[in-house]
């Protein structure tokens, strides 16, 4: 079994109202010295066969078919 | 005119568009569930709105992946109408029929409320029943409405007459870019709207204003 994580961030110049709010109840939590706040998402997922080049390949794929929109959004897959 | 209506769990505004398009046109539309891989011959396929698959992952990204939306888009191809309202907006932005993206309402917050919006193109099939730059009252109901696409996309919607229906009169709800509230495809026949034009065709509503959308599209326009 192949263990992988996928990573979905929102790209640099798209808006994030949501990483602004967490930033601000940050600050308002006294941590202060957050210059920035940008919300993910995180993807656990096992996989069969013990192929790491072939796992990598379909990781990249689904992302692009379905975990990332890539008009907002950037991924980074990392087999673990 | 022949309409079909696309169905899926989670969906709740189906039912408001098919006593819309019953009232306007006469005619029942078909309803077609998500699992279906052929759509019938119609000249009108609505996506309605609601929350497909309770927004897991991004608002509707898991239904533009059923099997029907292949059937859709093969239909948009040929040239049929195809009109999402709100999530189903949301659903033709995941599909690629539409360019762009909705994302989080800039306030975080979901807005239930009337807007005012501008016909910034009359020249289409869906908003030939208005004049153009005539401002029309219409609710919205949405999380994520708020439209992004990249500076070239936006360019070229805007250049090409794609941006349709514009928040009016500083009534934007959601922090969409350029008060983007609609927008139609290169080709014309796909529409995409987060308002909800089916919830004000009657005095019991309030008012008519959405009535002219379907007239139009009824070929019923004066």
Known sequence: ?80 | MKSAIIQLPGLNRDRDMIAALTKISGKAPLTVWQTETEIPDVDLIVIPGGFSYGDYLRCGAIAARMPVMAAVAEKARQGVLVMGVCNGFQVLLEMGLLPGALMRNASLKFVCREVKLEITNANTAFTRGYRPGQIIRCPVAHHDGNYFADPETLERLEGEGQVVFRYAEGTNPNGSVNDIAGIVSRSGNVLGMMPHPENLIEAAHGGSDGRPLFEGLLGKAA
Do not use: H
């Open chain 1, 1 to 80: 079994m192949i263990k992988a994580r996928v990573t979905v961030t929102l790209k640099n110049g798209v808006l994030d109202p949501q990483g602004k709010a967490i930033g601000g109840a940050l600050a308002a939590l006294g941590f202060a010295g957050v210059d920035s706040v940008r919300q993910g998402k995180v993807f656990d997922l096992e996989l069969q066969g013990s192929d790491k080049a072939k796992a990598e390949d379909d990781l990249r794929t689904m992302c692009e078919k379905l975990l990332a929109n890539t008009v907002i959004e950037d991924y980074t897959v990392a087999i673990t």
